[in-house]
């Protein structure tokens, strides 16, 4: 990203000149709302936190020429776009749906989920209280849109679930490599009641960090502003 006063003077104003102070503004705005979203940082998740940490740079000049109204607003729409696939997936398909798999009902969830919320790169489902699929991680994505056994991270995905589970916390969530990019995992854990000393089944959701960074925060943003 170039630094204020690098680029060539020009003589005026055209639509190529407006696009590329556009993608450059959004660009440094998408930094700057990290320091405005850190102080609520608490009420996001952890991929959330990571992901806006990522953009912590050069944004303290950027702030200033955000009016309070426009950042807290920013602030607001931003917090409620990331929490949109816990509230909209995670909470949004109920125990009962996953124990047993009601595979229909959870693709209406999926699907809406993969149409709204960009940054979500798969989701995943895994039940043990069911017939069909028990014990299978099965994963569904943009490209093919039909749930599958055969996704590479499935054993990686169930083996650090189950790693938190004896944590009995419903939210979980961790970090990896998948194919050489960075990945935040979240799920929403089920437990058998009412002693919670066995996971159940889980839904869960992955966001690829880079695009987070780099394609969903400055397109958000450019809509916004």
Do not use: C
């Amino acid at each position: 990203m170039g630094t204020p006063g690098a680029a060539p003077p020009q003589s005026g104003v055209g639509p190529s000149a407006i696009g590329h102070l556009l993608r450059d503004r959004s660009l440094r705005l998408a930094a700057g709302l990290a320091v405005a979203v850190a102080i609520p940082v608490a009420l996001l998740f952890y991929f959330q936190f990571r992901a806006i940490g990522d953009l912590e740079q050069s944004s303290s000049v950027v702030l200033r020429q955000l009016s309070q109204e426009t950042a807290n607003r920013l602030v607001k729409d931003t917090q409620d776009a990331l929490k949109a696939p816990q509230i909209n997936v995670l909470l949004g398909i109920p125990q009962q749906q996953a124990e047993p798999l009601d595979l229909p009902a959870i693709k209406k969830v999926f699907d809406a989920a993969l149409d709204n919320e960009p940054f979500v790169t798969r989701l995943y489902v895994w039940s043990d209280e069911t017939l069909a699929h028990r014990g299978e991680v099965l994963a569904y994505d943009r490209e093919h849109r039909e749930f599958r056994e055969d996704a590479a991270e499935a054993p990686l995905v169930l083996g650090k679930f189950r790693e938190l589970a004896p944590q009995k916390r419903a939210l979980s969530l961790f970090e990896a490599a998948i194919d050489g990019r960075q990945s935040y995992f979240q799920s929403q854990l089920r437990f058998e009641f009412p002693s919670r000393d066995r996971m159940t089944s889980f839904v869960a959701v992955r966001v690829d960090a880079e695009r987070l960074r780099s394609e969903f925060f400055p397109a958000f943003l450019r809509a916004k502003l």
